[in-house]
């Protein structure tokens, strides 16, 4: 299709990552109850998909946060725009994340869990783009390391576009429009 300039991760590469990270998970909390905090919207494929392979009792809440604008580069200004339901103190979280990029959002929100008091906090995302870091993460888990390029689909959206497919994509350079900041 003439939006996909390439595809970076087919669906089947995707799938068998997400059931290994499910297993790994499941053994390292074994015996526990883990609360996986979503981080919409760009996390909602990914966690529905990993719960499917958690063996252990698990709730989900789930959170918004945007960093202002639609820009393919992250501005660094965090705000929350929708919040957790439940408290999550003393319990044992993960936030399901869709990519981390400049490592600018989790850092914030990791301070914003912390601060909630849970009894363990980690991060699991499906991707890794390192190259662009510019705030130390300490990343749990993490499907797959990527290169520093735009990528869509599986949950991560251009203009909120492409969320959908289920493999991700680098967009073709035409579907970019120079509105976006
Ligand atoms: P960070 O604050 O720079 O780590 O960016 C985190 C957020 O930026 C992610 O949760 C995504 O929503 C968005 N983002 C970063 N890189 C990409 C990308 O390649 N495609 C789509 N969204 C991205
Ligand atoms: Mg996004």
Redesign the pocket.
Known sequence: MDVIDRILIDQAAIESRVKELGAQISQEYAGKTITLVC?LK?GLMFLCDLAKHITVPVMYDFMSVS?YGDSTQ?SGVVRITKDLEHSIEGKDVIIV??????????SYLLNNLLSRNPASLKICTLLD?PDNRKVEIPVDYVGFTVPNE???GYG???QQLYRNYPYIFVLNKKYYTNNAE
Do not use: H, P, Q, R
């Open positions: 981080i760009g960093s992250s994340e869709d990519i981390i990029d400049t490592g600018l959002t989790l783009k735009f990528l869509v991560l959206d251009y």
